[in-house]
């Protein structure tokens, strides 16, 4: 697996405060942590359609960003900011929810399909499929007609703390994919969720 050098992490989610505690803000979740541990703070960039931050992780500085396009949109903010940044799609980590995948897991990817995750599937559309994905599980309803109703609610108290759980693992993981040690960020952050898994 080619070295890393993430300049980019979008966290994906839906604007408005009816959607702000819904599992689908599952990466506004993660990018507000992020830029909670940093001395920054989000700037409105109507071109970007985004709010974007610019932040240092040990070493390294990277934007961090949240669409403010609705989530099937979702690829007409990303794009507009790697246009703007010249940024290739390797250099950016799209941070987002995963029905697949029960609360208290996390994992990286890098590249595949979209699961049928509509704002991951708006980002392909726009940039191609070669970008990285941090996969925050929310767990599935147990039946694909009650999806949707499932992604705009807001999990349980038990479900929620889960779910930050499995943010600040992630967080903790996130160094060593800055430093593209991909393989070690993966070791590190699926076993630690493996318990979640079963």
Do not use: C
Request: charged fraction near 20%; charge should be neutral.
């Amino acid at each position: 697996m080619a070295a890393v050098a993430l300049k980019l992490i979008v966290g994906l989610g839906n604007p408005g405060v009816q959607y702000l505690r819904t599992r689908h803000n599952a990466g506004w979740w993660f990018v507000d942590a992020l830029l909670a541990q940093q001395q920054a703070a989000w700037r409105h960039e109507p071109q970007q359609q985004a709010d974007l931050a610019r932040v240092r992780i040990e070493e390294l500085e990277l934007w961090l960003a949240k669409p403010m396009t609705f989530m099937n949109r979702s690829g007409a903010a990303v794009s507009a900011i790697a246009r703007f940044y010249r940024l290739t799609p390797q250099e950016i980590l799209v941070v987002h929810d995963d029905i697949d995948l029960p609360p208290g897991t996390a994992r990286f990817k890098h590249g595949g399909g979209h699961g049928g995750h509509n704002g991951v599937r708006d980002v392909m559309a726009h940039i191609g499929g070669e970008f990285w994905r941090a996969r925050l599980g929310v767990g599935h309803p147990g039946a694909r007609d009650l999806v949707l109703d499932a992604v705009l609610d807001r999990p349980t108290a038990g479900e929620q703390a889960l779910i930050d759980q499995a943010i600040q693992r992630t967080l903790q993981a996130l160094p060593e994919l800055l430093r593209g040690n991909a393989q070690r960020a993966m070791n590190r952050l699926h076993s630690e969720g493996d318990e979640f898994a079963d």
